[in-house]
């Protein structure tokens, strides 16, 4: 019997969606106000949900407060209250769209979880838009 557990976290963070190989005018009209040359700002909604097999010992799929850890250490810290696309090395070479971001969050944490759980991401950029990823 396979039980999903989640946790929720936030974060906020600043990013330009913006390709250097496009001109200015073809990455206004792709992108929008998403390309403000000053950045733009999200209040980020992280759900990090890790499925497989409960211990039969401890009762557990996974210690929470273990997994709390791990988002706080690998995305918490890392990317609240930082500009995306000057501040975080993971975007140096990739558009901080939510999608990867997303992708990004989610080989941060998988790294850390044992193989045989599952791991599925779910980043709100807005209430409204928002990404799921379960590195397939």
């Not at 974060?11 to 190989?21: I, S």
């Not at 499925?51 to 996974?62: K, M, V």
């Not at 979880?113 to 599925?120: D, F, H, I, Y």
Request: hydrophobic share 35%; net charge negative; glycine share 4%.
């Amino acid at each position: 019997m396979e039980i999903t557990v989640s946790r929720k976290a936030h974060f906020n963070a600043a990013h330009r969606l913006n390709v250097p190989e496009w001109t200015e005018q073809e990455n206004e009209e792709y992108f929008g106000l998403c390309n403000n040359a000053n950045y733009h700002g999200h209040n980020y909604d992280l759900i990090v949900a890790v499925a497989g097999q409960i211990d039969p010992i401890s009762g557990y799929l996974i210690d929470m407060k273990w997994l709390g850890k791990i988002i706080k250490t690998e995305i918490e810290n890392r990317f609240d209250h930082k500009n995306l696309n000057l501040d975080c090395v993971e975007f140096k070479e990739i558009n901080p769209t939510c999608e990867n971001i997303a992708i990004v969050i989610w080989n941060k944490i998988r790294e850390q979880l044992p193989e045989n759980l599952k791991l599925k991401i779910t980043l709100y950029e807005t209430e409204r838009n928002f990404v799921e990823y379960n590195g397939n």
